[in-house]
Structure formats: C-alpha cells, structure tokens
C-alpha cells in the first residue's frame, strides 16, 4: 500500500484548507484511514480517522465541528476538510491506514501500519 498526501499550504487565521490521500496497491474496504499531525516540539496526535465501508468517522475533540473527514470510494481517496483553522493546527499532517484497526484504538498511531508522506500545514494568526 502507499499513501499519497497532498494539499498542505500557507493560510489566514479563519481560513481553509482541503487536504487529500489517496491510496495504491491495495483494496481498502473496511480498513480504516486517519490523519494525524505533529507540531513543532509536540508529540504526534490523532486528528480524524474513517472507516472506509461505513463511513464512520471519528475526530479528536479540538477538530470536531470544523474539520470534516470524507472518503471517495473511486478514487481511493479520503480528504480532510479543514474549516476555521487556527493557529494551533499548524503541523504536519500525515494520512495513515490501518488494516486491523479496532475501536479502542482508533486514536493510536500504532494501530495503523501504512502511512503517508506529511504535508505541512500552516495557519497565521
């Protein structure tokens, strides 16, 4: 499997950005796709996660209600839409997918085993 993410870039406090991954070399029904990030001198956390065949989708408190997670079953994507950023998203964020994923561990990075180059995310104030 490899994970291709794109459309990181520079943007104003209030604004948006739409990120993508689109997977390869696999057939990705019922695994799970997430996205995390890693800001300058922080740990690396969970920001959104779906489940590909239910599309269920799963998003860590800070996000929920400005970030909306999709996925496009024909072109193997999923795509992050990010509404009122702040200052505090800036980070790079990688796509991952998980192929045994359960529901306790949705949020950890370990659960998921392919992961994505990271594109950067910045968000001036």
């Known amino acids: 499997v490899q994970l291709q993410a794109s459309g990181g870039g520079l943007v104003q406090a209030g604004g948006s950005l739409r990120l993508s991954c689109e997977s390869s070399g696999r057939n990705v029904n019922n695994y799970f796709m997430a996205w995390f990030r890693r800001a300058p001198g922080k740990e690396r956390e969970f920001v959104a996660a779906i489940n590909w065949g239910s599309r269920r989708t799963y998003y860590t408190d800070s996000v929920e209600g400005r970030f909306i997670l999709s996925r496009d079953g024909a072109l193997n994507t999923v795509s992050l839409q990010m509404n009122s950023l702040k200052p505090e998203d800036t980070a790079v964020y990688y796509c991952?997918?998980?192929?045994?994923?359960?529901?306790?561990?949705?949020?950890?990075?370990?659960?998921?085993?392919?992961w994505g180059q990271g594109t950067q995310v910045t968000v001036s104030s």
């Open positions: 991952a997918l998980g192929t045994r994923v359960i529901l306790s561990s949705i949020r950890s990075a370990s659960a998921y085993y392919y």
